[in-house]
């Protein structure tokens, strides 16, 4: 994906998927739900589409500080609450700070490419196992759950994997 993208998500979900814009409003509202009933407010309506390599580049600059799971939720937060463009270098740099990241280290990170090659490396062990869209959970590097599912689907499918690993035991 382009780094500014013109279409809203909609439209962009309704062309590549070839439905109507009416069709792709509806198809979201289950996540969005979802969202709402563990307490995020997804704003669909005013997301800002852009290609978000440099967003997990990010993410993984900030795992080498231990501060990844902060840096991926800011990020989410800021794409999908927020409305901020996370293609963008100052926006991305802005939330870095946030979570405590030296701001110049961040700049200087963004434009030099770094973290691309193990950005990469997650992308091909991804295609591996088969992953095609996200959310995407893997337990083990044996059970796949795909898209955005309730949280009892999740307890099944530990429950499940807990048994069978009690059973090879």
């Not at 792709?24 to 307490?39: F, R």
């Not at 290609?51 to 999908?80: C, S, V």
């Not at 950005?119 to 992953?131: C, I, L, P, S, Y």
């Amino acid at each position: 994906m382009a780094r500014d993208v013109k279409e809203n998500v909609y439209e962009k979900l309704a062309k590549k998927y070839g439905m109507s814009i009416e069709q792709a409003k509806a198809n979201t509202q289950n996540m969005v739900q979802m969202a709402k009933d563990t307490g995020l407010d997804y704003r669909m309506d005013t997301l800002i589409q852009t290609n978000t390599f440099d967003a997990h580049r990010l993410a993984m600059y900030a795992k080498k500080h231990g501060l990844m799971k902060e840096m991926t939720e800011r990020i989410l937060h800021a794409y999908f609450t927020e409305s901020k463009h996370i293609g963008d270098y100052e926006t991305l740099t802005d939330l870095a700070a946030e979570v405590g990241l030296d701001r110049d280290e961040v700049k200087e990170m963004l434009v030099s490419g770094e973290m691309a090659e193990e950005v990469r490396a997650d992308e091909r062990e991804a295609q591996q196992v088969g992953v095609t869209g996200v959310p995407y959970y893997l337990i083990n590097k044996k059970y796949a759950l795909t898209g955005a599912q309730p949280t009892e689907l999740f307890v099944q499918a530990l429950q499940q994997v807990i048994a069978e690993d009690e059973g090879t035991a």
